[in-house]
């Protein structure tokens, strides 16, 4: 069955410190995966977009990384803000036009 | 460039009515889909359309119909509204199936 488990389910942090949330995915065959940032009322962005060939991609202080041996992906914050509060998706594309989605990580980041 | 617009942002129905959710893009996207997002579970699919004139079932669609008669609209219609229905509702469109989605602001829509 395709699934997509993501970890923490939830996390706080103080502002200015790193964190690493993490993405493990069952879906086969394989096409992309992407993380995409909810803020509490708003509808997903998309934050990153990786295919089988691409292991790390970043934008800003966000850096996606991918296994596909694995089957896990990570998404590293560098020097969280207090605007990165949200909660953080992560979605696995199959080559069948399908997108699963996780729970997603509920990420608090205090003063 | 407006991207994807949802109204209304809030709804309060009584079981058994009938309302229609409205989604709009100005990408000229050909994919546009609703999701519905309830605590503790991922976005789950409902309708999905690959083009004008073009529908299909996502993993969720009882009790909803869509219609895509422009490339630009796509309403999603509780035909007849049950309290298992309450959620936040999302619209979301890309040009591709596989591309990047752009998500509208959402529907809460609750039904007592």
């Known amino acids: 069955k395709n699934q997509v488990e993501q970890s923490p389910q939830s996390l706080i942090i103080l502002e200015g410190k790193n964190c690493t949330l993490q993405c493990n995915y069952t879906v086969s065959p394989f096409s992309n995966l992407r993380w995409y940032k909810q803020d509490t009322g708003r509808g997903p962005v998309s934050l990153t977009i990786?295919?089988?060939?691409?292991n790390t991609k970043s934008n800003g202080r966000y850096t996606a990384t991918l296994d596909a041996d694995t089957k896990q992906s990570s998404l590293h914050i560098t020097a969280s803000q207090l605007s990165d509060s949200a909660s953080y998706i992560c979605?696995?594309?199959?080559?069948?036009?399908?997108?699963?989605f996780g729970t997603g990580t509920r990420l608090q980041v205090f003063p | 460039n407006a991207g994807v617009t949802q109204t209304p942002k809030f709804q309060v129905l009584k079981t058994g009515q009938s309302m229609t959710l409205q989604c709009a893009q100005d990408?000229?996207?050909?994919?546009m889909s609703w999701y519905r997002q309830d605590p503790g579970m991922g976005l789950r699919l409902i309708h999905y359309s690959v083009g004008a004139g073009i529908t299909d079932q996502g993993e969720v669609p009882n009790g909803y119909n869509v219609s895509r008669s422009t490339t630009e609209d796509f309403p999603l219609r509780l035909l007849s509204a049950a309290p298992s229905q309450t959620s936040v509702y999302f619209c979301?469109?890309?040009?591709?199936?596989?591309?990047?989605?752009?998500f509208g602001p959402g529907t809460r829509l609750t039904v007592l």
């Open positions: 990408m000229n996207h050909e994919y």
């Open positions: 990786m295919t089988f060939s691409e």
């Open positions: 979605v696995v594309s199959a080559n069948t036009d399908k997108l699963i």
């Open positions: 979301a469109s890309s040009q591709l199936a596989t591309d990047t989605q752009y």
